[in-house]
């Protein structure tokens, strides 16, 4: 049963109904607890749109995060290509110089050839030593990407 002009809250209805027979010995109380209902009701506006605000900022934290994260590995992933780069033009680089070296002096010197073969010994090693390097600089960036990966769980 709804009346026109009566709220269909229970409590309200109550209060109203008094109201409208003209009891205004509650006055006052229903005054004072109607707008007690009013304050709480903007209350729970506030805190749910403060939730909202909350959850939109850190929604923008994550994504900031993200992209943050997609940076450092495009840094890094372009870091180890330069580095590579680097590495394989040097080695060219020095075994075309023993070539060159080679082909200089074809005569049976021995003493100069034993020198070349050291030379292109010592190149062989140094070589080993880069790919070595080469090698740990890969661990390395693989063990950092690694662990920059989101934590599961949160």
Known sequence: LCLVG????????????????????????????????????????????QEADRKAELEEVKRLLEEQRFKRRDTVAKMKDEFETYVHGKLDQMFEEVEVLKNLDDDDDTEQKAEIQAIVSDMHQFKAGLVGISHSWRQLMMTTLEGEEPQHGD
């Open 6 to 49: 009566i709220p269909k809250d229970p409590l309200r209805s109550r209060f109203a109904m008094a109201s409208m027979q003209g009891n205004d010995l509650f006055g006052d109380a229903q005054a004072y607890l109607q707008k007690a209902l009013e304050e709480a009701a903007a209350i729970n506006r506030l805190v749910a749109q």
